[in-house]
Each structure stands twice: as structure tokens, then as C-alpha cells.
């Protein structure tokens, strides 16, 4: 492999969660509802309708730019984009071609150092970080969806016409753990933003990574892109696009091995055999005959119009600030921040609490990484109000009593029966004594705080 560079791109589809579709007012929440019941003579381009933007999915697109650091456009417009095919009743998609809503950003993915936690230099933490440049993020309408049945093949237009962000990555990546987990991560940010669940199930995240090979043998100073590359349609699961994309560098390889090139095409992937199949050859730009929808006005936008389009805390964000405001664990800041309700538990735990540290035995301590660590381990439930927890999570960390004599006796008990820790610590292993820390608290049942059980056991020995 360390003669072949695979050279990888993304296509990502996703749903936006507006209450009507792109142009026009059928409704949205198409899933699990009786096929083409959610239609209209718009949605269902029939000759004379015309269509209306919706300004919400255009806001919003504006929106997924802005978290992705794009420039957004102040100018913009609609295109036809024509292809025959069963689910487009128009025989024409409404997208963008040349001039789209957003363009030229960038990803920023916080990558755990060798040792797998940051490091402190000096005061400051050691954050790396991993760019993946975004190509453009422009919006659409989506097409109907085809059910393949043994003998014939239905179509259901309860999803023609429901706004559809695209996002193009530049072709960045060389390995399918780094799209796996943009991916994971773009998901994440989607669902902070409130624009889509991102559902992959339901069809409203959907991925096509774009696949070639560089032989590094005729690799040559300019970097040039190879001049052919495969897509495979339509995945809808972060390990399904892994594997596809191992599939592809490990079949390309073989035929660029042969001395052949692959041929550009668009391929499917099976997810019972774990491979790609052909599905037809890959199209140009040209063969889609774009040209500017005459039916919608070009889209204007002033640095006010989008200023007033405000960005929420990013997950990325979040970890940096938890990790150097609450010195919590990068990973644990990780967990945390996957689901922006969870991660607002949390802040709303930490902003309650300092009140009642008082009631603790954990003055002297990281409050928010002990915080951190009952939800993350859920020693309590996140399902109970904030109000409920911090009461449960006080009487988890009140001082325990415990009858001197009945603590005597287990740690007797203990040392009696675990002589080779006891040997260990003496001989300069301090750890030795944590364990027998740990039986003590298995025999008392927790009853005692871990520091009184460890100040009295060195005491015996």
C-alpha cells in the first residue's frame, strides 16, 4: 500500500427539519406515513406550478456554512440540474451549481495526542488539531425514494421536495478512520445547530464518498488529482462508508497493479457482502445541462441579514472550554459534549452546585470532573431533574460514618487474607495498598470514606 495514496472526497446529504418542504407547503414528516400522501401538484411537478423558497432552510443553510467556516455568498441562486430518472417527477432537480449559499470553509477535528490524553505544557494544554477543508454547502430539494420489490419497483413522493443541505468536502482525506470520524463529527454539529436529526435510519443524513488512487511511483510535484474517481451512493452508516472505502482502495489498487486504470463510475455498496458494485458510468457537469432556475429570483444577502444568523456553542468548542475551565479529562469533555442535552445537564449541574459544595467532602477537589464522572459512568440517572440528581449526588459524597470497631475488624479480616499486598507495600509498592483499599470497601459495603479506610490500614501495617 505504501506505493498507492488513496485520495478521498465527500458528498453528504441531509434533511432539513423545516415544518413545509422547500417550495412549496406539504408537509415534512414524511417517515412512516402512507406513500404519496404528503404530495402537491408543486412537489409533483406538474406543468404551470411554480415554486416558493422556504426561508427557514435557507436560513439554516446559512447557519450549517457559518459552523463549518465558510464564506457565506452574498449572492446566490437556484439552478436546474436535469436528469431523467423514476423519483424526480420534474425531470429536473431545483439545486446550486456555481454560485452556492456557502463555500471555502473548514473542520476542525480535535485529535488526541500519541500518549491518547493532552498534555500540559508548562500551564497551557496541548490541543492538535486536524483540518478538512469544505468545498461549498449549498441547498436543494430532495428527490422522491424507489422501493425495489421482487418483480417491479414503486415510488413514493412523500420525500420529493423536502429541503436537502449538500456539504462537498475538498478531497482531504487518505483513510477511512479520518472520514468516519468527520463524519461522526459533522452529525454531532448538526444536531447542535437544531437543523436536522441527522438520522441516518430515517434517510436524513446520507454519505457518498468519492474514491481514486495516486501510484506513488508516477506521483508527481504538482499533486495532481488522479483523472478518475469512484462514488458510492447513498450510504447511510458511518461503519458502512468505512468499509466501503476500504473495499474501493483495496479494489482499485488490485487493477491499478494490472497496469489499468479504474474507470470513473458510480458504484453501490452491499452491506450483506461488504462490497461495491457498479451501478452506471459517472456523469459530468455538463451532462446535467445546469442553468439558472427562471422561476426563482436570485437570493441577496447583506452583512446584517446574515450577522443576525447566530451560531450556538460548537461541540469542539465546548471540549476546549470544559477542559480549560472545568479541568476535565479530553475524553471525558468528549462523552459529554455528543449530545448538546446532555452537555447542558451538565453546565446546569456545575452552575447549581457551587452553591452546596459546602455539604460535601470534596472541597479541595475537581467538583466538575467528579460531576463528570457520575454521569458519564451513570452512578446516577440523567433522567431525573437537575434538582433530583444534585440531591442524590450530595448523599453519594456526604462523609460516611462508621462504627470504628466493625471497620477494625474488616481490615483485619483483609490483611489476614491478602499477605502478598501487604509484602508489596513494604517493599516500596504504593499501589499495592489501593487494592487492599478496595476490599475493605467490598467487605463495609462503601461505608466508609476511601481516605479514613487507607489512613487506618497503613496505620496496622
Same mark, same amino acid.
Given at each position: 500500500m505504501s506505493d498507492y495514496q488513496p485520495?478521498?472526497?465527500?458528498?453528504?446529504?441531509?434533511?432539513?427539519?423545516?415544518?413545509?418542504?422547500?417550495?412549496?407547503?406539504?408537509?415534512?414528516?414524511?417517515?412512516?406515513?402512507?406513500?404519496?400522501?404528503?404530495?402537491?401538484?408543486?412537489?409533483?411537478?406538474?406543468?404551470?406550478?411554480?415554486?416558493?423558497?422556504?426561508?427557514?432552510?435557507?436560513?439554516?443553510?446559512?447557519?450549517?456554512?457559518?459552523?463549518?467556516?465558510?464564506?457565506?455568498?452574498?449572492?446566490?441562486k437556484f439552478d436546474r440540474k436535469h436528469y431523467f430518472y423514476p423519483d424526480l417527477p420534474k425531470g429536473y432537480q431545483i439545486s446550486q451549481y456555481d454560485q452556492?449559499?456557502?463555500k471555502n470553509?473548514?473542520?476542525?477535528?480535535?485529535?488526541?495526542? %500519541? =500518549?491518547? @490524553?493532552? !498534555?500540559?505544557?508548562?500551564?497551557?494544554?496541548?490541543?492538535? *488539531?486536524?483540518?478538512?477543508?469544505?468545498?461549498?454547502?449549498?441547498l436543494e430539494e430532495d428527490t422522491g425514494k424507489l422501493i425495489h420489490l421482487k418483480n417491479e419497483t414503486l415510488v413514493d413522493f412523500n420525500r420529493s421536495g423536502v429541503p436537502l443541505v449538500e456539504i462537498v468536502t475538498e478531497p482531504d482525506f487518505d483513510n477511512s478512520d479520518d472520514v468516519k470520524i468527520f463524519l461522526e463529527e459533522l452529525q454531532v454539529i448538526i444536531?447542535?445547530?437544531?437543523?436536522?436529526?441527522?438520522?441516518?435510519?430515517?434517510?436524513?443524513?446520507?454519505?457518498?464518498?468519492?474514491?481514486?488512487?495516486?501510484?506513488?511511483? %508516477? =506521483?508527481? @510535484?504538482? !499533486?495532481?488529482?488522479?483523472?478518475?474517481?469512484?462514488?458510492? *451512493?447513498n450510504i447511510n452508516s458511518f461503519r458502512f462508508v468505512k468499509q466501503a472505502i476500504d473495499y474501493e482502495i483495496k479494489r482499485q489498487v488490485e487493477i491499478?497493479?494490472?497496469?489499468?486504470?479504474?474507470?470513473?463510475?458510480?458504484?453501490?455498496?452491499?452491506?450483506?457482502?461488504?462490497?461495491t458494485y457498479s451501478q452506471r458510468t459517472k456523469e459530468e457537469a455538463y451532462d446535467y445541462r445546469y442553468f439558472p432556475e427562471p422561476d426563482i429570483p436570485p437570493l441577496v444577502f447583506n452583512k446584517d441579514y446574515v450577522d443576525s444568523i447566530k451560531l450556538v456553542e460548537l461541540p469542539s468548542q465546548k471540549i476546549e472550554r470544559y477542559i480549560s475551565q472545568f479541568k476535565i479529562r479530553f475524553d471525558d469533555a468528549f462523552i459529554l459534549t455528543r449530545d448538546k442535552k446532555v452537555a447542558e445537564y451538565f453546565e446546569t449541574i456545575i452552575s447549581k452546585i457551587k452553591y452546596q459544595i459546602s455539604k460535601l467532602s470534596i472541597k479541595n477537589q475537581n467538583y466538575q470532573q467528579i460531576i463528570a464522572n457520575f454521569i458519564i459512568n451513570k452512578k446516577i440517572s440523567t433522567q431525573l431533574s437537575v434538582d433530583e440528581f444534585i440531591n442524590k449526588l450530595i448523599e453519594n459524597l456526604k462523609?460516611?460514618?462508621?462504627?470504628?470497631?466493625?471497620?477494625?475488624?474488616?481490615?483485619?479480616?483483609?490483611?489476614?487474607?491478602?499477605p502478598k499486598p501487604i509484602e508489596d507495600y513494604k517493599k516500596g509498592k504504593i499501589n499495592a495498598i489501593m487494592f487492599l483499599v478496595g476490599q475493605v470497601m467490598k467487605e463495609i459495603e462503601g461505608k466508609a470514606e476511601a481516605k479514613i479506610v487507607r489512613e487506618e490500614i497503613e496505620r496496622k501495617i
Open positions: 485520495v478521498i472526497g465527500l458528498e453528504i446529504h441531509v434533511e432539513l427539519k423545516t415544518s413545509s418542504k422547500m417550495f412549496c407547503q406539504c408537509l415534512t414528516n414524511y417517515f412512516g406515513k402512507e406513500p404519496n400522501t404528503q404530495v402537491c401538484p408543486v412537489c409533483l411537478g406538474f406543468p404551470g406550478t411554480l415554486p416558493v423558497p422556504n426561508k427557514k432552510a435557507i436560513d439554516w443553510t446559512i447557519l450549517i456554512g457559518k459552523a463549518l467556516n465558510c464564506k457565506i455568498n452574498n449572492f446566490s452556492p449559499i456557502a470553509g473548514q473542520l476542525y477535528l480535535l485529535i488526541k495526542n %500519541s =500518549k491518547s @490524553k493532552y !498534555q500540559k505544557e508548562g500551564s497551557k494544554l496541548k490541543i492538535t *488539531k486536524k483540518k478538512f477543508r469544505i468545498r461549498r454547502v449549498h444536531r447542535y445547530l437544531g437543523v436536522s436529526d441527522a438520522d441516518m435510519e430515517k434517510g436524513t443524513m446520507r454519505m457518498e464518498p468519492n474514491i481514486s488512487i495516486i501510484s506513488q511511483k %508516477s =506521483k508527481v @510535484k504538482s !499533486q495532481n488529482l488522479p483523472d478518475y474517481k469512484v462514488e458510492v *451512493k491499478l497493479k494490472k497496469g489499468k486504470q479504474p474507470i470513473q463510475e458510480t458504484r453501490g455498496f452491499d452491506e450483506k457482502k461488504g462490497v462523609p460516611k460514618e462508621m462504627d470504628k470497631k466493625l471497620l477494625s475488624e474488616a481490615i483485619d479480616k483483609v490483611l489476614k487474607n491478602n
